[in-house]
């Protein structure tokens, strides 16, 4: 008996382990859930807001510029027209494309990278068009957005994986704004052709909530079958023990023709 207890004791320290696992997954879902439930929060609260100037974001903290995600700034200079590059692997509705990005320097002499739009591919994936703006004064409205993450894979010149400000950086060689990037709102004076402007996101927090109680379930699952197996081997002691035990299963089972004949049966032989 001290044997099996072990046993079982040993399963019980398993399913402890797989509980702990399951909660810890559960929680890093939450935890992506409340990310995601503070993104769209940023954007319902700030994508509406009055544009603000670029200069009351430009020398805060990085955890600073995060509460200001989607905000329109209003900002005056010219496109350095020769660094335009174009990020890859972009699509739109299943069409292939690229988001064209250019360097902005502001009359005070701040560079920061401006996202202009979308431009498709052609059938060779190549960008059907070219829409690089002119390098002309104008005065922008754009949102602000926060760095990408650090590109897994190179690129050829002119191109780009992420918009990651710091490797932008070190491939264009300029200094560039590193808390955020803007997202073009619209410009003045206007291009003759210019990339299809990004749409707003949809507000979607993600499926992380019923992820997370997928795993909480999980984790009873693990010791609900636990103490099934360990009633199931119970049960299975006591029948050895005793030839006229009836398992509780049986019990609230109604009675067949079949369990009346075979008694009937066991009783003649």
């Not at 990085?62 to 905000?71: Q, Y």
């Not at 009359?107 to 979308?118: A, L, P």
């Not at 709102?185 to 499926?207: F, H, M, R, V, W």
Request: hydrophobic content about 40%; overall charge negative.
């Amino acid at each position: 008996m001290s044997k099996s207890w072990l046993r079982w004791l040993s399963w019980f320290l398993f399913a402890t382990l797989f509980a702990t696992a399951c909660v810890g997954l559960a929680n890093w879902q939450f935890d992506r859930r409340d990310q995601a439930v503070s993104k769209i929060q940023r954007m319902v609260d700030n994508y509406e807001k009055t544009a603000i100037t670029f200069g009351s974001i430009s020398d805060i903290t990085l955890d600073e510029v995060t509460l200001f995600e989607w905000t329109p700034v209003e900002l005056s200079g010219n496109y350095l027209v020769n660094q335009e590059l174009l990020v890859r692997n972009r699509p739109i509705a299943g069409q292939p494309g690229f988001i064209q990005l250019v360097p902005f320097q502001l009359n005070s002499g701040e560079v920061v990278i401006i996202e202009r739009g979308w431009i498709p591919a052609n059938s060779e994936l190549a960008p059907a068009t070219t829409m690089t703006p002119s390098d002309q004064p104008k005065a922008l409205v754009a949102r602000v957005r926060l760095s990408e993450l650090t590109p897994n894979r190179d690129s050829p010149d002119g191109f780009a994986t992420s918009i990651h400000l710091e490797s932008l950086e070190t491939t264009l060689g300029t200094t560039l704004e590193q808390q955020f990037y803007l997202r073009l709102i619209s410009e003045l004076p206007g291009e003759a052709s210019s990339p299809q402007p990004l749409s707003k996101p949809t507000l979607d927090e993600g499926n992380h909530l019923s992820y997370a109680v997928q795993w909480i379930l999980f984790a009873l699952m693990g010791f609900f079958a636990l103490f099934w197996a360990i009633r199931q081997e119970q049960e299975y002691r006591r029948i050895e023990k005793d030839p006229t035990y009836v398992p509780r299963s049986q019990r609230k089972r109604k009675r067949t023709d079949g369990d009346i004949e075979d008694e009937l049966l066991d009783a003649k032989s």
